[in-house]
């Protein structure tokens, strides 16, 4: 029996391509879609007559029967073939081939001759290019043959595809721990600013990059009295009123840090300009001297800063930087606080030596 409703097929004991003594089998139309969802049954001119539902998938908008076999497939084993005599004439009847217009994917086949007829039967799998073909063509379990290994796979592609997302997820929560731990390891807990870790980290880079910067080294005047008369709280305002201004006078790629009690130092990236330092820490000075208010009171301290930068100092590492201006601070207290001092000063073996001979 054979015609639109039953296929006749053959049925094999010996290799691949030679049918048996045995009689035909004939499936109805049903049980070879089932059997065989990806079938197509092509004429001897190469007229697709009829196709498996899988197929019809992946062209849902086009109508493939009636369509020439060779216009809608490129053969790539046996590459060039136009006919289907070439096509049987293939040992074991394997083919490779794809669709013309999605020449990315590529399906695996074996066509056979079919009994009482000239037609031939044509069976496609996905190979390779399975998980591609399930993605592009939402297919799913019921667009492939029971028995097909390719459900198997799709499970275990599933399971890597959750396995992967979750371990994306996981690292990503890694990740943002270790930038969390990281920040917090280079931050001051009270004022938001940076610390001492993170400033000399930021100098070692800066020198051993070889990018210019100018170095502020900011000491509070007067934060004792504020601590002995008010108490830690109110010093504690201070010190985050403090870190406001600093903040403020600093662009995006400069270092605030609080290096100290009352200790802070200001590192401004690709700026050795003494002038446009000086005026900045004149700037900041202003500013602290306004009083802070807590509670009922006002609380009135001020600033002392040295001034420094990398072109003064160009082969000193980031130790030797620091203590420059430690000096130009100490002048600066010296001199009456509440003013900024551009190094170098004069340097006689002591710093209590530089304290008394600087020269702002």
Known sequence: MSGPDYIAVPVMTGPVGCPAA???????????????????????DGRILRLG???????????????????????????????VSELLA???????LNLRDQAH?????????????????????????????VRSFDLTAADFAGTDLAIEMLYLVEAKSAALQESKKLNQRLQGAMIAAEEQAFTDTLTGLKNRRAMDHVLTRLGADGIPFGLLHLDLDYFKQVNDTHGHAAGDEVLQAVAKILVHETRERDIAARVGGDEFILIFQKLADVTILSDIADRIIRRLEDPIPYGDSRLRISGSIGITTS???????????????????????????????????????????AYRTAEP
Request: with cysteine; hydrophobic share 40%; aromatic share 6%.
């Open 105 to 133: 994917g590529c399906f695996k086949g074996v066509v056979v001759p079919m009994f009482e007829s000239d037609e031939v039967l044509l069976n496609l799998s996905f190979g390779f290019s399975l998980v591609d073909a």
């Open 311 to 353: 072109t003064q100092n160009p082969a000193a590492d980031p130790e030797s930087i620091l203590e420059t201006a430690d000096l130009a601070l100490y002048a600066s207290k010296r001199a009456g606080r509440s003013r900024a001092t551009v190094a170098p000063v004069r340097y006689h073996e002591t710093r209590s030596a």
């Open 22 to 44: 045995l009689p035909p089998v004939s499936l109805d139309a049903t049980s070879l879609q089932r059997l065989m969802p990806m079938h197509l049954v092509l004429s001897q």
């Open 53 to 83: 539902r899988s197929l019809r998938k992946l062209r849902p908008d086009r109508d493939l029967e009636g369509e020439d076999f060779f216009e809608v497939f490129e053969l790539r084993r046996p590459r060039g073939a136009r006919s």
């Open 90 to 96: 293939v040992e074991g009847g394997r083919l490779s």
